[in-house]
């Protein structure tokens, strides 16, 4: 898992030719290095695993329960671990449903606790916080591309570069 430096944004790292292990190890890293106030937006086909590296942040996050997929109920809330880990997925949603669950409040950490908020399907979000990390995840046979962009005053936390 060698990581490739963009050239045309220095602070983008790419990932390439990832397992689902290597995956879950790097979601497993974000969980245990990334801030209170961490907003991360996903992106990627069905199946390029946005859920499995959600899943890794919790346990990187040392949540005690099961991380599950909220297709059905929107937004999952795992208060039990080193941060809070707020899960959205808006697959199912156009961009003005989404604009109805205000996801900004998890975001801006007005009504909830500060932690790291996870949105699946995030180009379906009508606007964007100011900052924030953009993972972006391609599949093709059994291997994965993730490219981790910082947007904002985001900022990438320190991550071994080795497997």
Not at 87 to 102: C, F, G, I, K, T
Request: aromatic share 6%.
């Amino acid at each position: 898992m060698t990581p490739l430096i963009d050239p045309v944004n220095p602070c983008s790292v790419t990932l390439s030719n990832l397992d689902i292990n290597a995956t879950r190890q790097i979601g497993r890293k974000l969980g245990h290095t990334l801030a209170a106030g961490s907003i991360l937006l996903l992106q990627g086909e069905l199946g390029s695993g946005k859920t499995t590296l959600v899943q890794a942040i919790g346990e990187g996050l040392n949540i005690p329960e099961a991380v599950d997929s909220p297709t059905f109920t929107l937004v999952n809330e795992y208060l039990g671990g080193r941060l809070p880990l707020y899960h959205m997925d808006l697959y199912r949603l156009q961009p003005d449903a989404v604009a109805q669950l205000y996801p900004d409040r998890y975001w801006d950490s007005l009504e909830v606790e500060p932690g790291i908020v996870a949105i699946e399907w995030a180009e379906r979000l009508p606007y964007r916080p100011a900052d924030y990390l953009m993972i972006q995840l391609h599949s093709d046979d059994n291997r994965r591309q993730i490219n981790l962009t910082p947007v904002g005053n985001f900022s990438l936390p320190a991550m071994d570069r080795e497997r």
